[in-house]
T-cell receptor
């Protein structure tokens, strides 16, 4: 079946550090890939997405590239801020229903000033 | 627009009790779904609905019922609560395009449920 694996957390960085959160997936066909972010006490928000191989999603300084050859969708940001502290989820769209999402376990990110 | 709203925010139940988690959206979205979030496991799909009168099971449907009598509301019912249902529950909605295109899902703020 479809699955998503994220790097183990929690991740703690200093402000202005470079961020990478790894995400790999297993799926049949050609899923769409997403990163969602959950700020403390809130629901999930879509951060970025990519719908086909080699697409790059970007938003708020975050980027991720859909790599079919390595089945990966790593999240990166060049210079993190304290306000980026949140839980980040990698997800893919269900092949049998475009609206169904399969999530990774989430990575908690804390940025220290 | 209020977006996706959920009530209550917090709930404590005893084993065997029943309750309904409420979810409403004011965006005229056709697709609605319920997820549960457990530590180290991400979010898992419980039930979903592609429109009023139509519901289907997700990955972890056991112990939960849903119905969709209106476009706006999608309540989740726990029939006989068990400690294994202690979790944070999220409702989401979207307006699917035709075919298999993906539309962004909008999530509610969640309901934290504890079953003793």
């Amino acid at each position: 079946g479809n699955s998503v694996t994220q790097m183990e957390g929690p991740v703690t960085l200093s402000e202005e550090a470079f961020l990478t959160i790894n995400c790999t997936y297993t799926a049949t066909g050609y899923p769409s890939l997403f990163w969602y972010v959950q700020y403390p006490g809130e629901g999930l928000q879509l951060l970025l997405k990519a719908t086909k191989a080699d697409d790059k999603g970007s938003n708020k300084g975050f980027e991720a590239t859909y790599r079919k050859e390595t089945t990966s969708f790593h999240l990166e940001k060049g210079s993190v801020q304290v306000s980026d502290s949140a839980v980040y989820f990698c997800a893919l769209s269900g092949i049998q229903g475009a609206q169904k999402l399969v999530f990774g376990q989430g990575t908690r990110l804390t940025i220290n000033p | 627009n209020a977006g996706v709203t959920q009530t209550p925010k917090f709930q404590v139940l005893k084993t065997g009790q029943s309750m309904t988690l409420q979810c409403a959206q004011d965006m005229n979205h056709e697709y609605m779904s319920w997820y549960r979030q457990d530590p180290g496991m991400g979010l898992r799909l419980i039930h979903y609905s592609v429109g009023a009168g139509i519901t289907d099971q997700g990955e972890v449907p056991n112990g939960y019922n849903v119905s969709r009598s209106t476009t706006e509301d999608f309540p989740l019912r726990l029939l006989s609560a068990a400690p294994s249902q202690t979790s944070v529950y999220f409702c989401a909605s979207s307006y699917p395009k035709t075919g298999t295109s993906y539309n962004e899902q909008f999530f509610g703020p969640g309901t934290r449920l504890t079953v003793l």
